[in-house]
């Protein structure tokens, strides 16, 4: 007998359970909604390994200590003290006190952060967190919006789209995506360093892209190396020693001795942004909404700054009795979001466009950024860029 579609119905439907839609659902469960998540990927203890590692600033690491599950996080993450980018002449670097935390942000692998956001979604009543079930479909209409997945659906009066960067839900709310790839890639995997990180986020600008390690517990640390989309492809096909070899040789002194200590993933690269982050019945977030380049780590901290500026969207729109999928209820989550997206990802944009330019361009770059590094205020500042405290704060990321 085959069995029949069940529809779910809830307060908030979730397309996408990667960090932000996990995140989103675990805050909202504890506001009080019922809520309905669906994603196409197993649950992460049989999913297939990411080789990503997360820069969480520690503005936005609030968010999960708000949501109580840093104690879970912290013995599974690496704190970041120091952060120094190079160029060619020099280089500007800051320090946890110059914006007065213990820590900028801490470094924590894609699927230790998903193993620990799952569990806490997975106790949550209020929660129906469907993994493995594939969204064939969106839509919009009143009184709810409705995913139908192959055995059924889930209704809501809200569909939050979390779905990543090819989103199905930004695509059937017909929000234009815009922007453009960039012809390069950026291979990520995991090294064992040969002297101690002591907490220090390394930047280099090499002449095809940054190189990035990142500090992770045990002397480890995740590699971003960005190429060319053919080189980069190339290089991860390469076996263990080849690469080691091609590191030594690109790296220098900036990573001596690296040993390659996990699997190398390729990720494309490219800047987009949505037209707007709502509409009708819908709102996106994280990946849906916005994709920058890696290179300062930014682009999972907008989508936790997203989940946290809606939570407080959809509770004032609830508390003031309003319908929270109407498109006059969610429209200041656009104007919250959207020009703090627009300016990270100008910024993320500029970097990855003079440091890739010709030499006179790099030196000249290289050059202001050490002198901006000598001043202080300066330093300040970018510290708190970094820390993911500046502008306005939503409630979860109070301090
Ligand atoms: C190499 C690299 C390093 C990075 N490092 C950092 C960093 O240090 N710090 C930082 O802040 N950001 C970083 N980022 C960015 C970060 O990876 C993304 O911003 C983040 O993964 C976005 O999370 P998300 O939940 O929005 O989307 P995703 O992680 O893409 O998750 C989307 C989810 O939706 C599901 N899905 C999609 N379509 C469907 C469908 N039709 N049906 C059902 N489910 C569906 C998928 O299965 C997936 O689980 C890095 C990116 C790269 C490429």
Redesign the pocket.
């Known amino acids: 007998m085959t069995a029949q579609p069940v529809t779910h119905r809830a307060d908030v439907a979730i ?7 996990l995140t989103l659902a675990l805050a909202l469960a504890r506001r009080g909604y019922e809520v309905a998540l ?4 197993p649950p992460p203890d049989k999913a297939k390994p990411d080789t ?1 590692a ?3 600033a520690h503005g936005c690491w609030r968010i999960f200590r708000a949501l109580g599950i840093e104690d879970q996080l912290l013995p599974l993450a690496e704190p970041v003290t120091e952060v120094e980018a190079e160029g060619r002449v020099g280089g500007i670097s800051f320090i946890a006190e110059e914006c007065s935390e213990p820590a900028l942000g801490y470094m924590i692998e894609a699927g230790a952060l998903a193993s620990v956001l799952y569990k806490a979604v997975s106790a949550e009543a209020s929660v129906k967190l469907i993994s493995g ?3 064939l479909s969106a839509s919009f209409d009143d009184p709810c919006g409705v995913l139908t997945l192959a055995d059924g659906a889930i209704a809501a009066p809200l569909v939050v789209g ?5 989103s ?1 839900v930004r695509r059937s709310a017909g929000l234009r995506f815009e922007g453009h790839d960039y012809e390069a890639a ?1 291979i ?1 995997t995991t090294v064992k360093l040969a002297r101690p990180h002591n907490g220090a986020a390394r930047q280099i600008f090499l002449p095809h892209g940054p190189m990035a390690v ?1 500090p992770l517990p045990d002397d480890h640390a995740n590699l ?1 190396w960005t190429e060319s989309a053919l080189v980069a492809r190339a290089l991860a096909e390469l076996d263990e020693r080849g690469f080691e070899l091609e590191l030594a040789k690109k790296a220098g002194n900036f990573l001596a001795d690296a040993k390659l200590a996990g699997p190398r993933v390729t ?1 494309p690269i490219g800047l987009y942004i949505a037209e707007r982050f709502d509409a009708h019945r819908v709102a996106l977030a ?3 909404a916005h994709v920058i380049h ?1 290179l300062a ?5 907008l ?1 936790l700054k997203d989940v946290a500026a809606l939570v407080d969207v959809i509770a004032e729109a609830g508390h003031a009795g309003l319908d929270i999928g109407a498109a006059s209820a969610l429209a200041p989550y656009t104007a919250w979001r959207r020009a703090d997206v627009a300016a990270t990802a100008a910024a993320m944009e500029g970097f990855a466009r003079t440091f890739t330019s010709a030499l006179p361009v790099r030196l000249a770059a290289g050059a202001a950024m050490a002198v901006a590094g000598m001043i202080p205020p300066v330093r300040k500042l970018f510290a708190r860029e970094a820390g993911g405290d500046l502008g306005e704060l939503p409630s979860l990321m109070a301090r």
């Open positions: 397309a996408g359970g990667g960090p932000v839609g669906a994603d196409g990927a990503r997360y820069f969480i079930a594939h969204i979390c779905d990543g960067r090819n199905l950026a990520s990142l971003i990720f994280g990946d849906a890696p780590g930014q682009g999972l901290n989508g």
